[in-house]
């Protein structure tokens, strides 16, 4: 069974870079297009970033020029390099496939953007 377990998060201060891993055992990325969402108090979850099976990377324009979704199958793992962080980024991140059927999903990790 797919295991996602999301880390990185914490409390940083506006403009400050936070770098996000989710540990994805058995996914193959060359068949999964996978992604990180974003859950904010009070709000819907929305997708932040995604990468397709053959690494194409498209953002959501709130986050465009300032996120990077990257991964690494030798160690079953995609990231979120999130740089110049606002504080609405403050959210709940997950990451799951970018299609339906999602993956059980994880328990997420806290980012809160805050002086």
């Known amino acids: 069974q797919v295991q996602l377990v999301e880390s990185g998060g914490g409390l940083v201060q506006p403009g400050g870079s936070l770098r996000l891993s989710c540990a994805a055992s058995?996914?193959?990325?060359?068949?999964?297009?996978m992604a990180w969402y974003r859950q904010a108090p009070g709000k819907e979850r929305e997708l932040v970033a995604a990468?397709?099976?053959?690494?194409?990377?498209n953002y959501a324009d709130s986050v465009k020029g300032r996120f990077t979704i990257s991964r690494l199958q030798a160690n079953n793992t995609v990231y979120l390099q999130m740089n110049n962080l606002k504080p609405e980024d403050t959210a709940v991140y997950y990451c799951?496939?970018?299609?339906?059927?999602?993956?059980?999903w994880g328990k997420g990790t806290l980012v809160t953007v805050s002086s």
């Open positions: 990468i397709s099976s053959g690494g194409i990377t």
């Open positions: 799951n496939r970018r299609n339906n059927p999602m993956f059980s």
């Open positions: 058995r996914i193959i990325f060359s068949v999964n297009a």
